[in-house]
């Protein structure tokens, strides 16, 4: 599956039965990276979001407003893991990858435990500092080092795992528009325009531009080397 398709097809999905003009957050950018990474066909993604509006849609008098597409993890796991028990001669991987399913489910695993996460903050700071000395300076620099600074705090301080993802996507944004401003992507921008070409002409404006700040952010963080703070990368 195409890597831009595969992210334009769910937002576009997703924007249009929310039936207002949202564009997807970071964290729900990382959602979808770790259903490709671990191979969640998109028509199971896509199916799944529809069922979750239609069931919302029946419902008399709804209140209820859809903002994150974190409302649609639970069908989709489910749809997902009932996929892999009908593909014919893998009983086996399925039940390897329904497993696999479940850890995405803090309740049901270790994936959100307290050492888990403690590690994950320990690492992704090391990372970060690692990344500071080699390619940072200046302004962005001074990003990283508020940022570590802020992840020292967080370790062993917080209320949740939910509550911790909300602070580590707000520090994610922070070196997002750091590296925009302090970095050249000139170098960027025409592999990016080019890979895109073929989905302008079928993507909103401003979806468009999002998705082309998304991909550029994502090279700049690779060459760099700064790495996700987000616990979906656990």
């Not at 992210?7 to 949202?22: A, C, H, Q, S, Y």
């Not at 489910?105 to 050492?115: A, D, G, Q, V």
Request: glycine share 2%.
């Amino acid at each position: 599956m195409n890597y831009y398709n595969y992210f334009t097809e769910i937002e576009e999905t997703f924007i249009r039965r929310r039936g207002k003009n949202l564009l997807l957050s970071p964290l729900d950018w990382a959602l979808i990276e770790s259903w490709q990474e671990r191979e969640v066909p998109l028509h199971i993604v896509l199916r799944g979001i529809e069922r979750v509006f239609d069931t919302i849609d029946k419902q008399p008098n709804r209140k209820r407003s859809v903002k994150s597409l974190f409302y649609c993890k639970e069908e989709i796991e489910a749809q997902f893991a009932e996929w892999l028990e009908t593909q014919v001669g893998a009983a086996a991987v399925a039940g390897s990858q329904e497993s696999r399913v479940e850890s995405q489910t803090p309740e049901k695993s270790e994936l959100f435990s307290r050492e888990a996460i403690e590690s994950h903050l320990e690492r992704t700071a090391a990372d970060l500092s690692a990344a500071s000395r080699e390619t940072a300076n200046g302004e962005l620099r001074e990003t990283f080092e508020r940022v570590s600074n802020r992840l020292a705090q967080l370790a062993g301080n917080y209320e949740s795992a939910e509550k911790l993802e909300e602070s580590l996507e707000k520090l994610d944004a922070l070196i997002d528009e750091s590296l925009l401003k302090q970095s050249e992507t000139g170098h960027l921008k025409a592999d990016t325009e080019k890979n895109l070409a073929s989905y302008r002409n079928k993507m909103e404006t401003e979806v468009y531009q999002r998705t082309f700040e998304l991909m550029i952010l994502k090279k700049l963080r690779e060459e760099a080397k700064i790495p996700r703070l987000s616990l979906f990368y656990l």
